[in-house]
């Protein structure tokens, strides 16, 4: 097999097909991946006797500052994506390896800083978020160790980015299956036989994803030309760098003040008792499913339309958002339902306790259907960031999610402190961000004013006369 061969051509033949055997892989890889935090959660559930609510609880409480801490390098992640799409389109493999050297840098530094900045600041934050007495000394345990993999962890992102922007899903999706086997399994026995509570399932987690962005650092050396080609030596190219953080930071203060955001609803949950967390918590990790399909089709229509873009197709830019749209809508309406119909058993597998399961499923059935507004937000943004443009969409969903939810806890929580009235904030916000993404998809129409700008005209006529 030739190391081209791992390198696809996305945009040749049907591509309502092309984008959903793109999407799919991507979006079961993102469910591997919170299946990591449910496996998690399900074992100390499970298996630590009348700890269990406690240990759930403590798991949970670290998922949104988990997110806080990694999130804006994985937006950064975004950002290597286009790039690599952007040059595999316009078929330069010199830029292509210089790209992915830089990102697999840029994952390696982002993550040594958020493991020891993470160490500092985490008690701090955990007390900002109310997190319990009876459950902190455990939330503390399992993020210090939890800390200490966020190299490997961004490792495997950038490398599955750079995998996305060369047109394949699969490898990252079978490495992190793989990975998720060791994952149950280590889970079991570090808990189950070890007794090591919220430890054991940390370690495993950490462990789980070093095997898997060890194997994907070893397909793109083995199985692609994009770190074996002698152009340079493994360095940071400095251009390359700004390109990707330019499209890359916004995306990833974006996700950071979403899990700012979210951190407040947490604190919001965290101050209604255990039951309530324990509730949230097991919920979370079954209605990210469908988010996964959300993010998905997003990643994926910023790749196609990177690639697209690269190669100059920009007629097939408009009909590859539409496709993305319905193949999403769809998806998430299909993962939603099937999640409400099971939910209740899915979440007693959590946890059997009957409040827990009626606190989570109503929140389970409100946020997965939210979720069909996120398709809409999540896919123009794709479409935005293909075009390099990652500011707009950023600014826009701050404002429509972040701050409104922040808003929300802070001023209209404390008039009803319910568990409901916490759980309305969702629909609401979601539903905000993707008015505001549709209203400035129309305005700006990214396709038409790109193909009527001078310079890129300019880039047509250059690339049709081989003048490269």
Not at 4 to 22: A, E, M, Q, W, Y
Not at 162 to 188: D, H, K, M, Q
Not at 379 to 395: H, K, M, N, Q, T
Request: net charge positive.
């Amino acid at each position: 097999m030739q190391k081209s061969t791992f390198v696809k051509n996305i945009l040749d033949g049907s591509l309502s097909k092309n984008i959903l055997l793109f999407a799919l892989p991507l979006a079961f890889t993102g469910i591997l991946q919170q299946l990591f935090n449910a496996a998690d959660i399900a074992v100390v559930g499970q298996f630590t006797g009348e700890l269990g609510a406690q240990c759930m609880a403590a798991v949970g409480a670290c998922a949104p500052l988990i997110n806080l801490l990694v999130n804006l390098f994985i937006g950064i992640s975004l950002g290597s994506n286009v790039v690599i799409a952007n040059m595999t389109g316009h078929r330069n493999e010199k830029g292509s390896s210089r790209a992915a050297k830089t990102s697999v840098i840029i994952a390696l530094i982002g993550g040594f800083f958020i493991a020891i900045v993470g160490q500092l600041i985490t008690p701090a934050l955990m007390r900002w978020m109310s997190v319990p007495d009876e459950v902190f000394g455990m939330a503390m345990e399992y993020m210090r160790i939890y800390l200490i993999g966020m190299p490997v962890i961004l490792l495997y992102n950038f490398c599955a980015a750079i995998f996305r922007g060369i047109g394949n899903t699969r490898l990252p999706l079978l490495t992190l299956s793989f990975a998720g086997i060791v994952n149950v399994a280590l889970n079991l026995f570090l808990v189950a036989v070890l007794h090591l509570n919220v430890a054991g399932v940390a370690i495993a987690t950490i462990t789980s994803n070093a095997i898997s962005s060890v194997l994907l650092i070893y397909l793109l050396f083995k199985k692609t030309k994009l770190m074996s080609m002698d152009y340079g030596k493994f360095r940071i190219d400095p251009e390359l760098a700004k390109r990707i953080l330019k499209i890359g930071v916004p995306s990833g203060i974006q996700t950071s003040v979403f899990s700012i955001a979210n951190m407040v609803i947490q604190s919001g949950f965290n101050s209604l008792g255990t039951i309530v967390m324990a509730a949230s918590s097991a919920s979370i990790n079954l209605e990210l499913t469908t988010f996964n399909f959300v993010s998905a089709f997003g990643q994926t229509c910023t790749t196609f339309i990177g690639q697209a873009y690269g190669a100059h197709q920009i007629k097939k830019c408009k009909k590859i958002l539409k496709i993305c749209c319905m193949e999403g809508f769809g998806a998430v309406l299909i993962a939603a339902s099937l999640i409400v119909c099971f939910g209740k058993d899915m979440i007693a597998l959590f946890n059997s306790n009957p409040e827990v399961i009626e606190y989570g499923y109503y929140r389970l059935c409100i946020l997965v259907f939210s979720h069909l507004f996120s398709v809409q937000y999540e896919v123009i943004s794709g479409y935005l960031r293909g075009f390099g443009i990652s500011l707009l969409p950023a600014v826009l969903t701050t404002f429509g999610v972040c701050i409104l939810r922040i808003f929300w806890i802070l001023f209209i929580f404390p008039l009803k402190p319910t568990f409901e009235t916490i759980v309305m904030v969702f629909p609401i916000s979601l539903g905000s961000a993707a008015l505001m993404l549709v209203i400035a998809l129309i305005i700006k129409h990214p396709a038409t004013r790109i193909l009527q700008d001078d310079a890129f005209r300019q880039n047509q006529v250059i690339s049709q006369t081989g003048q490269i």
